[in-house]
């Protein structure tokens, strides 16, 4: 079965750029859609944007001009890069795979916690 | 685009039944029926529980369903169960072709 897992550095200056992969294993990136979501410290859950495996992509009209979400497909993975980070940028980063139910997240990832701090 | 609402807490007795609503407007919820539900356990990922409204994934409980009227969806939950006992968040396509999440609520079984 599919399997998602993030990596990258817990802990990232601020104005600087954060960096994230989703290694996907048990099947293909090449189908479906992939998203980065995350989550503040004791707050909710925010999609962050999406990208499919062709390479096109959506993202948060809210982090628009931060964020670049890119796709290897040779690697099968994702990837996400926020830039400009502040302490605001604090969360847990979670990627999942949607579009095999629908429009729904599906198979998501344990989550990594990102830490923005000087 | 604004997070849906969704009330911040709720609470039922074991066997009890209970609704979690999320309220959107004409251009998320009301507009598509791409509205999900996911169940999250402190320290874990959601878990998708409800796709498409009212559609269950492979695997999840028959005692979990939902439903829309209109620009707000509802969750249900019968024969509460301690396992039940979990953060619940609702996620809505938008007219910006992007996706919103509500605010999440804090299911308690008494």
């Known amino acids: 079965q599919v399997q998602l897992q993030e990596s990258g550095p817990g802990l990232v200056k601020p104005s600087e750029t954060l960096s994230l992969t989703c290694t996907v294993s048990?099947?293909?990136?090449?189908?479906?859609?992939w998203s980065w979501i995350r989550q503040p410290p004791g707050k909710g859950l925010e999609w962050i944007g999406y990208?499919?495996?062709?390479?096109?992509?959506n993202y948060n009209p809210s982090l628009k001009s931060r964020v670049t979400i890119s796709v290897d497909t040779s690697k099968n993975q994702f990837s996400l890069k926020l830039s400009s980070v502040t302490a605001a940028d604090t969360a847990v980063y979670y990627c999942?795979?949607?579009?095999?139910?629908?429009?729904?997240?599906?198979?998501w990832g344990k989550g990594t916690t990102v830490t923005v701090s000087s | 685009q604004s997070a849906l609402t969704q009330p911040a807490s709720v609470s039922g007795s074991p066997g009890q039944s209970i609704t979690i609503s999320c309220t959107g407007t004409?251009?998320?919820?009301?507009?598509?029926?791409?509205v999900s539900w996911y169940q999250q356990h402190p320290g874990k990922a959601p878990k998708l529980m409800i796709y498409?409204?009212?559609n269950r994934p492979s695997g999840v409980s028959n005692r979990f369903s939902g439903s829309k009227s209109g620009n707000t969806a509802s969750l249900t939950i019968s024969g509460l169960q301690a396992e039940d006992e979990a953060d619940y968040y609702c996620?809505?396509?938008?007219?910006?072709?992007?996706?919103?999440f509500g605010g999440g609520t804090k299911l308690t079984v008494l």
């Open positions: 990208i499919y495996y062709s390479g096109s992509t």
């Open positions: 999942a795979r949607e579009g095999y139910y629908g429009s729904a997240k599906d198979v």
């Open positions: 498409d409204v009212s």
């Open positions: 004409s251009s998320d919820v009301g507009g598509y029926n791409y």
């Open positions: 996620s809505s396509y938008t007219s910006s072709s992007s996706w919103v």
């Open positions: 048990g099947g293909s990136i090449s189908s479906y859609y």
